[in-house]
């Protein structure tokens, strides 16, 4: 079996690494804090004409028709980039969980889909385990929880009051709204599911983007190391700031089997997509929020203040340690799969259902 990524979806992870450098820098993250929304229009559409928005989209919908597994390296540059931009999850959870609606609904998928695909709308997600929805100020069209029923809702029809976050790139509102027949999309019994699919989705988005926070900490740190002199040495060269950023390296490689096997469950349907998904959030959890925690300390003071970039990076990977799933939450998931009376453990039943 080959586990490799194949030679297109690196030559696209190569292509939007490069446009991401280069078009989403920390000064311009300033600047998109200084806006109204925080958001800027002309990005969303560069990234619609790179075709970005359209990756998961159902080719019937006007999109590529690509999965999970597809997008997995694009999201954790996104992450690495700290990309302000909802791209993340409009690709691996608003698109999946409007393209999962029943046929009865295709009316609606057909509109919305080949919309975002586009870039020519937005769809925001009110998932049960989020309390407040990001990014409910920009969108056309938000799917809203009513118990597990899943309603979708146009952005005339809600209010909305916002809620500061750590990160001043995270736009998080609450959502005040009237479910009714028109916005029902998904009854209890069909959106139990649908919501469920979401998690893992979203679980998956936050841990992709984890691991690429966590690289970017640590080469922000090792620049900073270089340049930052003690003794006329570069405090790089000193042993225990070595120790520091090497921890958080093997933190980082051994995130990197759970978050791929998580992104193959998903993309195939796998019975085992829960457990690996939560094994996954918590490796690249764990990695991130080590990342920050050793690069404040190599930083020393100068990484509690506002002018380091360090800041950026460290914030949005706290703000991401609880969504779609605290860490006791996917814990739990994790320890009643592998003590459950049928569990396949083993190295022999790596791959077994």
Request: hydrophobic share 45%; aromatic share 8%.
């Amino acid at each position: 079996m080959d586990f490799t990524f194949t030679e297109d979806q690196l030559t696209f992870h190569d292509s939007v690494k490069s446009f991401l450098t280069n078009e989403v820098s920390p000064e311009k993250i300033r600047e998109l804090w200084k806006s109204d929304s925080g958001r800027s229009n002309e990005f969303w559409q560069q990234l619609a004409e790179m075709g970005l928005t359209a990756m998961t989209v159902p080719e019937q919908f006007g999109g590529l028709g690509m999965n999970e597994l597809d997008f997995l390296l694009l999201a954790e540059e996104c992450g690495y980039a700290a990309l302000p931009e909802p791209l993340v999850e409009t690709v691996l959870v608003s698109v999946p969980l409007l393209s999962s609606l029943s046929d009865q609904k295709r009316h609606l998928k057909e509109e919305w889909l080949a919309k975002v695909a586009e870039g020519s709308a937005r769809v925001a997600v009110g998932h049960p385990s989020n309390p407040l929805v990001a990014d409910a100020h920009i969108a056309d069209l938000l799917l809203l929880a009513h118990g597990d029923e899943v309603h979708a809702v146009k952005a005339d029809q809600v209010e909305l009051v916002a809620n500061e976050s750590v990160d001043p790139s995270r736009k998080l509102f609450s959502v005040s709204w009237t479910p009714s027949a028109e916005t029902l999309v998904a009854d209890a019994t069909e959106g139990k599911q649908l919501w469920s699919d979401a998690l893992n989705r979203g679980a998956l988005a936050a841990a992709a983007q984890q691991q690429g926070l966590a690289r970017r900490v640590v080469d922000l740190s090792v620049d900073y190391t270089f340049e930052r002199k003690q003794f006329g040495k570069p405090i790089g060269s000193f042993q225990a700031v070595k120790h520091h950023m090497a921890n958080v390296a093997v933190k980082i490689e051994f995130a990197k089997a759970p978050l791929y096997r998580a992104a193959y469950d998903i993309a195939n349907n796998q019975v085992t997509a829960a457990r690996s998904v939560s094994h996954a959030k918590l490796a690249t959890t764990e990695a991130a929020l080590l990342a920050a925690k050793n690069g404040i300390q190599v930083h020393g003071a100068m990484g509690y203040t506002w002018e380091v970039d360090l800041h950026i990076f460290m914030k949005r990977s706290w703000a991401l340690d609880a969504s779609y799933g605290n860490r006791g939450f996917h814990k739990q998931r994790v320890k009643a799969a592998i003590l459950a009376d049928n569990a396949l453990l083993g190295a022999g039943n790596t791959f077994a259902a």
